[in-house]
């Protein structure tokens, strides 16, 4: 598996792994920015967590663990950390109109906007996969003739209204982003033997998941007392006699 392989990484200056390489796991793939997806995924379950009643046993579990898990990511920093993120700040606020949902709409689909969670900003971007040329002859699109006559429907009107409002994505400006530090080969393997979780892919999984649960949690009030009362002794099973 990789955490084999990163042990050869201690004769060399510094080994960077590439993204989208195998990982030794089956459907799992090297992370482009594993410390920023963590650092997102983390504050975000943080966030979410504080519509619990503070009692709650999820939430005081949950929140335990995630932040010490954030802890260990936020004091892995890449080299030359702190002055990327002082560019991306000045780039940010000299071209905010390049940040936001409704403005950040380009030709090929690249996205990029704010959001602020917890006190913290941060910049998620959607970059579309390379497409082959050979299956752009035809999209798709089912050819539905030639543009009606006549009166339109108040539904039918409404693309009308938006193509008056919305601002041409030829017109949009092109700043080029740079892209985050990543972290070494040694980096990584310190956070995952600190977290003791598997691959750092593994804990984004995870982390992933712990975020679309919490929804799940909340709706149905974990922390309420069950309908039914258990009956005495029946979550004794393994107590010591």
Known sequence: MRRTLRLLASVKPARYLEPGTQTGLAGVYTHSSPRSALLYLYTHTLEKLKAF???????????????HRLAIVEASKPA???????RARKLIAENPG????????????????????GGKEFLVRHIPPEKDQRYQEWDGEIDEGPELEGARTEEERKDQ?????RKPLEEV?????EDEPQLTADQISEIENKIGAGL???VIEVAEGEVGLIDKML???????????????QWKYFERK
Do not use: C, M
């Open 219 to 233: 709706q149905a009030k974990v922390w309420e007392s069950l309908e039914e009362k258990p009956a005495e002794g």
């Open 98 to 117: 390049q940040f936001n949902v409704s403005a950040s709409g380009r030709i090929d689909g690249a996205q990029a906007h704010r959001i602020t969670i």
């Open 161 to 165: 209204v938006l193509l008056a409002t």
């Open 80 to 86: 030359g950390y702190d002055e990327w993120a002082e």
């Open 200 to 202: 750092i892919e593994e």
């Open 53 to 67: 009643p503070e009692h709650s046993v999820y939430r005081q579990s949950v929140e335990a663990l995630t932040k």
């Open 173 to 177: 400006k092109q700043i080029k982003w």
